[in-house]
């Protein structure tokens, strides 16, 4: 009996916390819409920059990050074919990629990292002075395709 009249306690005691908050009110003003954007466009850009590198790679190299540029670094064996930076082409590989440039300056390189990596060897990241890098290693012979997933929170 004693048990019954705790869990009875119990279940009204939860079931008044749940429904005893008074529901949330639509804005009615434009002043507490605007507030409300603020705090979601706050609240967005708060969430880091998800950056997605991908391509068909054969041997060794690394990707500098910069506040002003991207550049990629051959090391040995043959050079990356078919990249996508940030779901666009990057061609030239030496060039700084057009969405970088975008968005570059307005990161925080220095707390950046790896989400998801995809590939049959080494991808790693080394924080730097001035960014960060990113090196992919396919030691195997031939080529094949890597995905890196990277996350680099936005400066405040």
Same mark, same amino acid.
Request: proline share 7%.
């Given at each position: 009996?004693? !048990?019954?009249?705790? @869990? !009875?306690?119990?279940?009204?005691?939860?079931?008044?916390?749940?429904? =005893?908050?008074?529901?949330?009110?639509?804005?009615?003003?434009?002043?507490? &819409?605007?507030?409300?954007?603020?705090?979601?466009?706050?609240?967005?850009?708060?969430?880091?920059? %998800? %950056?997605?590198?991908?391509? &068909?790679?054969? =041997?060794?190299?690394?990707?500098?990050?910069?506040?002003?540029?991207? &550049?990629?670094? $051959?090391? $040995?064996?043959? &050079?990356?074919?078919?990249? %996508?930076?940030?779901?666009?082409?990057?061609?030239?590989?030496?060039?700084?990629?057009?969405?970088?440039?975008?968005?570059?300056?307005?990161?925080?390189?220095?707390?950046?990292?790896? @989400?998801?990596?995809? =590939?049959?060897? @080494?991808?790693? !990241?080394? $924080?730097?002075?001035?960014?960060?890098?990113?090196?992919?290693?396919?030691?195997?012979? =031939?080529?094949?395709?890597?995905?890196?997933? %990277?996350?680099?929170?936005?400066?405040?």
């Amino acid at each position: 009996m004693k !048990l019954c009249l705790q @869990v !009875l306690l119990y279940l009204m005691v939860t079931t008044s916390l749940s429904f =005893g908050a008074p529901p949330k009110s639509k804005p009615n003003s434009e002043t507490e &819409r605007r507030q409300d954007a603020t705090t979601f466009d706050d609240a967005t850009d708060a969430q880091p920059k %998800l %950056l997605r590198i991908s391509g &068909r790679f054969d =041997g060794s190299g690394r990707i500098t990050f910069r506040a002003d540029a991207v &550049r990629y670094i $051959h090391k $040995h064996w043959g &050079r990356p074919s078919r990249v %996508l930076f940030d779901g666009e082409p990057w061609n030239s590989l030496d060039r700084t990629p057009a969405p970088w440039r975008d968005f570059g300056d307005r990161l925080d390189l220095s707390k950046a990292w790896i @989400v998801k990596r995809q =590939g049959r060897d @080494v991808i790693a !990241l080394e $924080h730097t002075p001035d960014g960060f890098d990113i090196y992919i290693c396919d030691s195997p012979n =031939g080529a094949a395709d890597y995905a890196v997933t %990277l996350a680099v929170p936005r400066r405040n």
